[in-house]
């Protein structure tokens, strides 16, 4: 499910990015004008990659150990988009969302990680 939401997100910055992009950044320089859009659509497309990895990880896990360690890898590298958002555009409410978001993945998959690890070292005694 939160899978969903991380791509959600994504879908969610294309749309809000979209119309000021469209309508011009006049009060930009120019090559700044032309790195703006290619930056935010990028944050958005990452947000959307992402979350798609993570989504196809989760439906492949179903008890697989082997695929703790690659969800804990994109849980990580959702966080930090997260965390870098909110150190780049603090006061954009869209950043600290996405910051709580990627925490909470992360925070997740972390989780998954110990759980499982801990089940599975009882298993083995």
Same mark, same amino acid.
């Given at each position: 499910m939160m899978a969903i939401v991380v791509m959600l997100f994504g879908v969610l910055h294309f749309a809000a990015s979209y +119309?000021? /992009?469209q309508e011009g950044l006049g009060t930009l320089a120019p090559g700044t004008f032309k790195a703006v859009p290619f930056y935010t659509y990028l944050a958005g497309a990452l947000l959307v990659f992402l979350g798609g990895v993570l989504l196809v990880l989760f439906v492949q896990a179903g008890g697989k150990r082997s695929l703790e360690t690659p969800i =804990? /890898? &994109?849980g990580t590298l959702i966080a930090v988009c997260g965390i870098l958002s909110v150190a780049f555009v603090y006061r954009n409410p869209f950043s600290w969302m996405? +910051?709580?978001?990627? =925490?909470? &993945?992360?925070i997740d998959s972390l989780c998954l990680k110990l759980v499982d690890s801990k089940k599975y070292k009882k298993a083995a005694r």
């Open positions: +119309a000021p /992009v =804990l /890898v &994109v996405t +910051a709580i978001l990627g =925490l909470a &993945v992360f």
